[in-house]
């Protein structure tokens, strides 16, 4: 039996580019608030037995939950940037949930998740020494921009890929790297960069480029389309 994990599902975010009032996580699309959809998506694995959710301070959107689909759930304060966030989610983990145990991040704004891309994650990140993280190949041809707006260099796209969520790496090593990153003053944008600056190498797992992240009017559009493809 595959040992279990709990997930930490940062959601204190203010949602800028996406402007309006309510924060992107809790837009409603198909009846249900994207957080909603996300841990959904993370609690259809078997091995996923909880989830952490960091909230901004006093949050009035934040709907209370400490159970969804019958698995455990506990937020708390997040911070003032999402490696914060994530940091305060890893430090509110249970105490059952031991110091060389797995642990998924996974953004609340992310609500497509596959079961297939969150099992091959969990496969075969568990059996890495590291840890790993979904992605997906970079297919278009990347241009490096001038301050003019014109083109002053095509870049390689040769062995570049796209970094999501869900990431999955052991609780003090994230915690480590996290705090590390914090203390130098460098912005990690996601898990592994944190971990990479430590010079772990992740193993990058390539996933479906459903499981998009909600930045802009345009994504919800997208995610509502697909969310009703997919109950045709
Ligand atoms: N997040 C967080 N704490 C922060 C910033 C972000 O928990 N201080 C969360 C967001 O709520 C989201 C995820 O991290 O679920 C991914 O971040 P992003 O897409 O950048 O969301 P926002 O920061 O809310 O959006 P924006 O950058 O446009 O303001
Ligand atoms: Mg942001």
Redesign the pocket.
Known sequence: MMARVWAV??????????GGDL???YLVVDGAP??AH?LTALFAHDAVEGAVV???ENDPDWPGWTEFAGKAVQSCI?????????LA?LQALPGSVRADDFVLVH????PNLSLTDLSHLMERGRNDPVGAILAAPVRDTLKRAGDDGGIDATEPRERLWRAF?PQLFRRMQLTRALESALADGVEV?DEAMAMERLGLRPLLVEGSESNF???TPADLARFAFELAQRSR
Do not use: H
Request: net charge positive; aromatic share 2%.
């Open positions: 599902v940062p959601a204190a975010g203010r949602g800028t580019r996406f924060p992107k996580q994207l957080i996300a960091p909230v901004s997040g911070g003032a940037t999402r490696a914060a966030s994530v989610g953004d609340a704004a992310r969520t944008t992240k909600i930045t």
